[in-house]
């Protein structure tokens, strides 16, 4: 027997002894890229097979490693994932394919058990939550390329093969948008938010939505040309450009981290200077800093640094950028490393140990997220004035409830009645239609008495004929009977006998009237046949038109439908084409009192020459309705107040009016064209659904 015969009955019976401690083995088949692909899954319900780990802050600002739940160690790893012959005959001790796919479906499996969807990550952050520890510290392996396309692998069987989606465990992918910018009468303008990874862009839109302020991500690196239309943005917005820029950074622990915002920073500087402005932007880097690193969480999350060059210039740029990073961060990261480590090794304090980084998968996007908006609500001296641009939301609320009146006013007036008209047409038509179906049902009838008249009088004649001459006999005999009535008691038997008598002759004239009956039913069926048979052929006809109409109907409608359409689009794009800004809101004589009636100071708004934007206290009552909102992730912040009454909302949709007095629109004479241009189908159609009916059901 050949070693690897040997191998492959060792390792059946491994596998056998597995399945009666309680492990399953499933074989998966899908088909991917035109090819059938099958792979065997370890499902193993009684053990904990990955260490899940998660991060806590701390009240000093650092972050603190936990354990959710202890996976299994080295040797119970070999056990429940031998490798397969081949790999053992190479000296493997266990399957890392393997491995890796039924840690995914773990995580699946607990999340579908727990009910509770995992937080919105990307596949990234799965590395650190999952794999990191298996990895590196059970397995003493580093994050080599063997082990990311194992890990790829995995990812792909999982997916591909249906087993479960991206969605089921929470898992989010970049995003091509990568700017949100909220700035449009905003007090918070100056406010940026920059994010290394656009994997983060999506989940963390709300946030420029609720504080309305900037959102930008680098996607590796920042674009200079998202950085221009951002500045020209704020200009065409007429926001200062000569003010002081806050910028919150997201990016890794590591050079190329430190050098995306430093990026961030210089582009929108020079953005800046190219427009005019003489703004600078300040720093607030909020992850991933030194301070907030333990060495424990070093240890555990810290990626080993090995230094991609090929040239001892490149080696030497790599130096500089390190030093660099490690001046910005008070001596850098360094790890101990992995067993497997054939990289460059340092010796800082005394130990031999590695370049590292941490990056921002390593500590979850609600902490990244808390983190940025604990700090914009520093920034934001403030916080009521939050409600300047949700006063103007409400005015553009009210710029499409005024354009929808606009609307239904004019459908109303102007369109519908052309519509209307148009299709009482097709009704007409119908009703014509059905007009002469019921004059031909009409005939059907008549033709049907017309065709059965001799028949029925004959029938008629004969039967009453009958039924006389036997009215007569009994009659007759009837007579005889009532003679005879005083001797009853005496005749009994005699009057029995003429009653038998009396029956006996007309029975034979009875029998006969109803043979008579029944031939004349049989006679005249054929013809209730032939007339039933024509009134359901021409219901079908009637029936037939009908369908044929409401089709027809439905399609003419829908003719009409570009021109409402361009009406609908050309009213809401007029209005929200009208230009109102809070500037201008806050000093309408109308509308004045009522802000005025919401704010700490308001007398200072009816001053001449106050704003809302400058006021010298909080602006507005409420101070912590900003607050509240980013707790809720909330971006419409009206809910936490009632703010906006009746008499406030009506002055505002009463500047809307006044300013689209002028608007004109005009598309009844688009609609009449369409009408007039269909005026030849309406012909069309009637002659050739009857064409199409006859050709059915034959004519009528």
């Not at 898992?171 to 009468?185: H, Y």
Request: with cysteine.
């Amino acid at each position: 027997m050949s070693e690897m015969e040997d191998l492959t009955r060792e390792y059946e019976e491994h596998k056998r002894q597995l399945e009666e401690e309680g492990v399953e083995f499933r074989s998966i088949s899908y088909e991917y890229i035109g090819k059938d692909k099958t792979f065997e899954l370890t499902v193993i319900p009684f053990k904990q097979i990955a260490t899940v780990t998660k991060k806590t802050p701390l009240a000093d600002g650092t972050y603190e490693l936990e354990i959710e739940k202890q996976g299994m160690n080295f040797e119970e790893i070999c056990h429940y994932f031998p490798p397969i012959p081949a790999l053992k005959k190479k000296g493997y001790k266990y399957n890392m394919l393997g491995l890796f796919r039924s840690i995914l479906y773990e995580m699946y499996v607990a999340v579908q058990e727990s009910g509770i969807p995992r937080a919105e990550g990307n596949v990234r952050g799965v590395w650190y939550s999952h794999f990191i520890h298996v990895t590196e510290s059970v397995l003493g392996l580093g994050e080599t390329p063997s082990v990311q396309n194992a890990i790829n692998s995995a990812w792909e069987d999982m997916i591909v093969s249906g087993l479960f989606t991206y969605e089921d465990l929470g898992i989010i992918s970049a995003k091509e948008n990568v700017r949100e910018s909220r700035v449009r009468d905003s007090p918070f303008n100056n406010i940026i938010i920059a994010v290394e990874k656009e994997d983060l862009f999506e989940g963390f839109r709300w946030i420029p939505r609720l504080f309305n302020c900037t959102l930008i991500a680098a996607g590796g690196q920042p674009s200079r040309a998202v950085a221009r239309a951002f500045i020209k943005q704020l200009l065409d917005e007429g926001v200062d450009l000569n003010q002081q820029f806050e910028m919150c950074t997201v990016s890794d622990c590591d050079p190329a981290g430190y050098y995306i915002q430093e990026s961030f920073r210089n582009q929108l500087e020079k953005a800046i200077e190219y427009y005019g402005g003489s703004g600078h932007i300040d720093i607030h880097r909020m992850f991933v800093r030194k301070d907030q690193v333990t060495a424990k969480l070093l240890d555990h999350d810290g990626v080993p640094c090995k230094d991609k060059t090929a040239t001892a210039g490149a080696a030497k740029a790599e130096d500089t950028k390190w030093d660099n990073f490690c001046e910005m961060t008070s001596g850098g990261l360094y790890k101990i490393p992995p067993s497997s480590w054939d990289g460059p090794t340092y010796e800082i304090e005394g130990e031999v140990k590695v370049r590292a980084k941490l990056e921002l998968n390593a500590f979850g996007k609600d902490n990244i997220e808390s983190a940025i908006v604990r700090e914009i609500l520093k920034l934001i001296e403030d916080h009521s004035k939050i409600m300047i641009p949700e006063i103007m939301r409400i005015l553009n609320d009210l710029k499409e409830t005024v354009a929808q009146d606009k609307y239904k006013q004019m459908e109303e007036n102007e369109i519908q009645p052309i519509i209307d008209s148009y299709l009482d047409e097709i009704d007409k038509l119908r009703r014509d239609y059905n007009y002469e179906i019921y004059n031909a049902q009409e005939a059907a009838d008549k033709k049907f008495i017309d065709d059965t008249e001799d028949l029925t009088n004959e029938f008629e004649a004969d039967r009453d004929q009958m039924r006389d001459d036997v009215d007569d006999k009994v009659r007759k005999e009837m007579d005889e009977y009532c003679k005879l009535e005083d001797q009853i008691k005496e005749l009994l038997e005699r009057q029995q006998t003429i009653e038998d008598k009396m029956f006996n002759k007309v029975d034979d004239e009875l029998n006969e009237i109803m043979e008579r009956e029944d031939k004349y039913e049989d006679d005249i069926e054929p013809y209730e046949r032939e007339r039933d048979a024509e009134k359901e052929r021409l219901g079908e006809m009637m029936e037939m038109y009908e369908e044929e109409s409401n089709v027809f109907k439905n399609e003419c409608s829908t003719v009409f439908g570009p021109a409402k359409e361009q009406l609908r689009k050309s009213i809401f794009d007029a209005y929200d084409d009208i230009d109102i800004r809070f500037h201008d809101i806050e000093q309408d004589d109308d509308i004045k009192p009522h802000i005025a009636r919401l704010l700490q100071a308001p007398d200072l708004l009816l001053d001449e020459g106050m704003t809302c934007f400058r006021q010298p206290t909080p602006t507005f009552l409420d101070t912590t309705s900003l607050s509240k909102a980013a707790q809720n992730k909330e971006e419409n912040i009206g809910q936490h107040r009632d703010a906006f009454t009746p008499e406030f909302t009506g002055a505002m949709e009463d500047l809307i009016k006044e300013k689209g007095l002028d608007i004109q629109f005009e598309v009844k004479e688009s609609l009449m064209q369409v009408a007039q241009i269909d005026e030849d189908k309406l012909e069309k159609f009637d002659s050739n659904t009857r064409q199409k009916i006859e050709d059915e059901h034959g004519e009528m």
